[in-house]
């Protein structure tokens, strides 16, 4: 069974740009999360979609969004891209009416210069 | 609120020795705790989880984890560390019990393994 499958692996953005990340969901999993790992902040929650309605948000500005499509793979849009943005992205994924594994994909590294 | 705390940033064993990495956390419901696993440059690998079911888990690679409500505790151990454990450590509780989906983490434990 593939896992959850990330992309791209890396992304180089320069400050003010926009920034697109995706992710698929282990098939039959029907909840993505989206995590950030930044240095010296550790892993934070972004976001929760589920059958494609945002179900959740982290303490995380507007410029942070995303969406869920039908076949349940998400994207990741950070606007206005800041220095502090640069970090490993991860994306998550757990079957319909879960509430507790989440199983996580590689992650897509952001570096904003 | 949900949190944990692990002690130790850095945790270092000889190769055959026990390993134990501490995790301690707060939850006002009973909590569904969790151990991942990242390697250099990957994503996180479930060890595994505790969801109010025995309260010695048994994960992957031989590690194991107790539940010990009394001590708000969730201690990793593995009776003998191997080089390939070399990783960092992940405790994780879920918020509010799973109500809201949202994994809350902990610092994390980089575990080196000595020859």
């Known amino acids: 069974e593939a896992g959850v499958t990330q992309s791209p692996t890396h992304l180089i953005k320069t400050r003010g740009q926009q920034a697109t990340l995706r992710c698929s969901p282990i098939s039959g999993h029907t909840s993505v999360y989206w995590y950030q790992q930044a240095l010296g902040l550790g892993l934070q929650f972004l976001l929760w979609?589920?059958?494609?309605?945002?179900?959740n948000r982290g303490n995380f500005p507007p410029r942070f969004s995303g969406r869920q499509f039908p076949n349940y793979s998400s994207e990741l849009n950070v606007n206005a891209l800041e220095l502090e943005d640069s970090a490993l992205y991860l994306c998550?994924?757990?079957?319909?009416?879960?509430?507790?594994?989440?199983?996580f994909g590689p992650g897509t590294r952001l570096t904003v210069l | 609120a949900q949190s944990v705390t692990q002690l130790g940033s850095h945790v270092s064993v000889s190769e055959g020795a026990l390993v134990l990495l501490r995790c301690n956390y707060s939850s006002s419901v009973p909590p569904y705790l969790f151990w991942y696993v990242q390697y250099p440059n990957q994503g996180l690998q479930l060890l595994l989880k505790y969801t109010s079911a025995a309260t010695l888990v048994k994960g992957i690679n031989d590690f194991e984890a107790e539940f010990k409500k009394s001590e708000t505790s969730f201690h990793l151990t593995k009776p003998s560390a191997h080089m390939s454990d070399a990783a960092e450590y992940f405790c994780?509780?879920?918020?509010?019990?799973?109500?809201?989906?949202?994994?809350?983490f902990g610092t994390g434990t980089l575990l080196a393994v000595q020859p």
């Open positions: 994780a509780v879920s918020d509010e019990g799973g109500a809201t989906n949202k994994l809350i």
């Open positions: 979609y589920d059958e494609g309605e945002e179900r």
């Open positions: 998550a994924s757990s079957p319909l009416g879960s509430t507790d594994t989440q199983y």
